[in-house]
């Protein structure tokens, strides 16, 4: 199990919305960042502090961070963005100072 | 732009120890805190370990008896030492470089499987 619970799998046709939940107790208390990562590629940073998009990451990909759920919205769905999507947060109170979520493949369908 | 680059054995014996290195090029190694962080089959990211560009370092408290990360500074190279590995460090390993705890992992290696066995 995972200190950041993440859907395993989320579908979704071309064109559409994506969300991709992480969900900690009182995660809204912390600040969440999204990464990308593409089979064979390094991850990518697409959100950081809870709702930054950082240069380069298109305006599609956006966050949101309150109570205990953290959503990364991909909207306009591309092929491209078919990929797996992970959450992280830093855990003052935990040995391991980064934790991550379990990752969700997002399928572009 | 900032690229980093793993590289070692992808393949180690149980018992023996797991080498890595992670190569910097495109940045610099001051001010950031240089972390490894691996993904066994099947399973979440899990960090292991860092080393900040002073040479202090912290590592998991899971992996801590077993761990060493140096960084040589003049070549821009990180290096993990994962000594006594068994079959539950079989993972790709990645190295990232982080600003400060808040801050995201803004670049990362590409990983580099690690598989131990006989």
């Known amino acids: 199990s995972y200190a950041l619970t993440q859907p395993p799998s989320v579908s979704v046709a071309p064109g559409q919305t994506a969300k991709i939940t992480c969900v900690e107790n009182n995660i809204g208390s912390k600040s969440v960042h999204w990464y990308q990562r593409k089979p064979g590629q390094a991850p990518v940073l697409v959100v950081s502090e809870d709702t930054d998009q950082p240069s380069g990451i298109p305006e599609r990909f956006s966050g949101s961070n309150s109570g205990n759920t953290a959503t990364l919205t991909i909207r306009r769905v591309e092929a491209g963005d078919e990929a797996d999507y992970f959450c992280?947060?830093?855990?003052?109170?935990?040995?391991?100072?980064?934790?991550f979520g379990g990752g969700t493949k997002l399928t572009v369908l | 732009q900032v690229q980093l680059q793993e590289s070692g054995p992808g393949l180690v014996k149980p018992s023996e120890t797991l080498s890595l290195t992670c190569v910097v090029s495109g940045g610099s190694i001051s001010g950031y805190y240089w972390s490894w962080i691996r993904q066994p089959p099947g399973k979440g990211l899990e960090w292991v370990g860092y080393v900040y560009y002073t040479g202090a370092t912290n590592y998991s408290p899971s992996l801590k008896s077993r761990l060493t990360i140096s960084l040589d500074t003049s070549k821009k190279e990180m290096s993990l030492r994962l000594r006594s590995v068994t079959a539950a460090d079989t993972a790709v390993y990645y190295c990232?470089?982080?600003?400060?705890?808040?801050?995201?992992?803004?670049?990362w290696g590409q990983g580099t499987l690690v598989t131990v066995s006989s």
């Open positions: 992280q947060v830093w855990e003052s109170s935990s040995g391991n100072p980064w934790v």
């Open positions: 990232a470089r982080i600003r400060g705890v808040l801050d995201p992992f803004d670049f």
